[in-house]
């Protein structure tokens, strides 16, 4: 429930002064006097009011001359009237004697400490009046060894004042439970574990024991370095889709450390270790620093003008004699919106083709179809923050605490305070133990999953009928069709009891409120895109629409997917996701980009392969997308980029694809620029520049720029604040954003003329006028029809926390050092089976290709199902995919691979 505040008053040092209710004492002082009037040690803004040390006490009387009393003023509430003394003698001594008995058992070394400067207790310690201590010094800690077992975690328990902040970060903020307060009185102590070091812990590096503790007894390898930062800029996370927000310290040119924002709605004191350590990569002796052109059959060192020269020869000479459909053009989800704009509007105002696409295509393209299919509109319908209202949540074949570590934080909490939740996945998942239901189907067998769960719904009496009948159309055709399943046959199929299936449909249907999320297990299918039009079909027939603590919400992949798609990086639609082939508005973009355009669909990236190795598509240009190692059936990517006669790469670093380049430009990270992304709760956020580019880069607005320029398509220099102008006035979503007024927090499309962006999609109609129920028989899989009898296993693939995709940037941090390897996750009945036990190798092979992996014996999934991660490109993994993909929008189908697999003899 959305809480109503009411103002009260109440008086401060004698002085009357409004609050609102729910504010503590210590909230109330802090918006009278502003933010530290109060010293406090154990109180941090992220953290839940605890009241241990004390530090903050204050007298407060329900009258001018009545009794005082001394309370912690963190964790007592406000009341009508009442009167607060915040720094009497009384209180001031208090305090004082507070701090003295607290650095009477902590080491007296400020001067030599690596948090001089930055250390909340010596801070405190100057706010009291401190200049010495009276007590006898203690020993307590002081023989504690440091921790630097761990490559970003260190710890120095002799610092240590036991305020829990740590213990209360990792239980309220990431909900690990790694650190405890162990002992008692002075030999009370805060251990990892079970009492081990925090590489030998369960501890994901998050880094939120790090930022809350007031002193240097729990830090990390960057933090000291920060006090000598110059500067600190905010800026957004290059990595997942939750879009977190990022303060960055810097000097020289150099980035120091990452802490996450306090204030930020996003991510509010709170990242991951990817997000808060993994930036290394910015400034790797392996980043491209020039430009690089073929030579007779040799990628040489070359000058930006040059290899302008080469792309501007070689494009015009393709596109005048080959046509404009034989080029095409890759753009990148981790680019900035301006970006993704300018490459969608490079190939189609300056090529003359629609030959474009990005990464969305092998994540997401599923969903924002089906959505558009059933409501117009192909992004989440809700706020991540909705969890604060949700009463049930259903996970459906994503892994949130790995793949969108905050937003996975953030369910763990809902579901650790009672919030039901459902997870349908062929993994147990680290949120498995904490579900009410786990539906642990076989993978590919969506479809049949949800047609039970409507069956079961439909059953049940639990269908939103007011709902469905003012904002719905098709139920008459669908409900009908459901209702006449083979419920038996479809629980074979999924091979999940359907008494559990039932079980968790009413559960998700009779909860007042229910919000789903679902991923690349969802999408990376053959029926991608008929099942997120299911999920939506569960979402309208009870009533999960529309309102808080509600809808359907994709966890998208990399931290741009969403925008990247907004700005028209799709073969069959322009920026705003309008119909290229229809007459009024091609006729709008061409008046808008003063070009002719092409109305005919172009050629989506598995479509523009093929044309490749048929010898139909000359050209490509790829910015900061690796195929070769990220799409499936890798032999078959390689031999269509050999087969071309001209490749552009775009890149960081030499890319698996960047070897078979022609022309190699060397582009800047997102600390090196400026612009926005937009998340997968469609926040359109602010990326700052932090440093200047990497001598010898430059970003990708400013290539992409200069190569329309040199091929006579006048464009204004790259700004973001000019680029977003003109997305502004094409893209009808984004009518009201300016670069000015997004702030801080951002805003949520649509944004309207008045500048007010929207929190909660679909509240009074959708954006097709009515929401659009679709039914879908359940197919299997083509890979699983053709191939299943010979290759008997079905693997499935995923992301692990610390590394990322194909790992281009993360492997080059140290990152590297904790996850150093893809690993084969094998049932132990199937491995027994075979012989093998973990740490063996396994040869993994299909239809296509193989690959050489470790082995790992795990009960996560069950036996028949493989599953493993595809991050590092020494191994390969996807050369074992197949071409499948989904049949609407061509996502590759990585989820179900048929396999086999054999213990590698130790000859081999």
Sequence with gaps: MIQIRTEQSAFLNGKSASFESGDTLLRFINRQNGADSVPTLCDAPQLKPYGACRVCSVEIALDVGGHRKVVAS?????????????DSPRIQKLRRNIIELVLTDHPLDCLTCEVNGNCELQTVAAQVGIRDVRYPMGENHLDREKDLSHPYMTSDLSKCINCSRCVRACDEIQGQFVLSMHGRGFDARIIKGLDTTFMESDCVSCGACSQACPTSAISD???????????????????????????????????????????????????????????????????????LVRKNGVLTESTWDEAYDVIVKELTRIRDSRGPNSIAGISSARGTNEENYLMQKFIRAVIGTNNIDCCARVCHSPTAM???????????????????????????????????????????????????????????????????????????????????????????????????????????EFSS????????????????????????????????????????????????????????????????????????????GQNNVQGAADMGCQPHQGAGYLDITNPEIKENYEDFYDRPLSGEIGLKLPQMLEAARQGKLKAMWLIGEDIV??????????????????????????????????????????????????NGERRIQRVNRVIPPLEGTKTDGEIIVDIMNRMGYEQAAYSPEGMLEEISQIVPFFKGVQWETLGLQGQQWPVLDSGDGTRILHTDTFKRGLGKFHFFEFEDSKEIQNHIEEFPFILTTGRV????NCGTMTRRTENNT?????????NPLDAEAKGIQTGDSVRLFSARGEAILKARHSDEVKAGVL???????????????????????????????AVNFEKVSEEN
């Design 867 to 897: 599953y493993t991660t595809f991050h590092f490109p020494e191994l390969m993994v996807n050369r074992i995919g197949s071409d499948e993909a989904d049949s609407v929008t061509l996502c590759p189908e990585y989820k179900v691979t």
């Design 221 to 291: 390898v960057f933090q000291s370095k920060a006090i000598v930062a110059t500067q600190k800029t905010r800026t957004i996370c290059t990595y997942c889709g939750v879009g977190c927000n990022l303060e960055v310290a810097t000097k020289g040119g150099a980035v120091l450390s990452i802490q996450a924002p306090v204030d930020a709605e996003v991510n509010y004191a709170h990242t991951c270790l990817k997000g808060r350590y993994a930036f290394k990569f910015y400034n790797h002796p392996d980043r491209l620093r020039t430009p």
């Design 801 to 804: 926390l610390e590394q990322y």
């Design 481 to 556: 069709k459901i209702q006449a399943l083979d419920i038996d046959r479809l629980e074979q199929i999924t091979g999940v009891d359907k008494e559990r299936v039932k079980s968790a449909a009413v559960a998700y249907a009779g909860a007042s409120a229910s919000m789903s999320f679902h991923g690349l297990g969802v999408t990376e299918h053959s029926q991608g895109t008929s099942t997120v039009m299911l999920i939506a079909g569960l979402a309208m027939m009870t009533g999960n629409i529309g309102r808080r603590g509600v809808g359907v919400n994709p966890l998208r």
């Design 74 to 86: 963190c964790h007592t509430p406000m009341t009508s009237g009442l009167h607060i003394y915040t």
């Design 629 to 678: 190692q990220t799409n499936p059936n890798t032999d078959a990517v390689v031999q269509a980029l050999q087969n071309l006669e001209f490749l552009i790469v775009q890149e960081l670093f030499m890319t698996e694809t960047a070897k078979y380049a022609h022309v190699v430009l060397p582009a800047a990270s997102f600390l090196e620029k400026s612009g926005t992304f937009t």
């Design 370 to 476: 089906g959505l558009q299919k059933s409501f117009g509109t192909g992004a989440a319908t809700n706020s991540v923050d909705d969890l604060q209202e949700t009463q049930c949540i259903l996970i459906i074949c994503a892994n949130p605490t790995e793949g969108h570590p905050v937003t996975g934080a953030k369910i763990k909490q809902r579901v650790m305070k009672g919030v039901p939740l459902i997870i349908i996945d062929p993994r147990e998942i680290e949120l498995t133990p904490y579900a009410d239901h786990h539906l642990q189907l076989r993978p590919g067998t969506n479809v049949a999953m949800l047609n039970m769960f409507a069956y079961y719904i439909m059953e049940a009496g639990l269908v939103d009928e007011a709902f469905v009948s003012t904002r719905c159309e098709g139920w008459q």
């Design 818 to 826: 904790i996850v150093f390897e893809d690993v084969l996750d094998i």
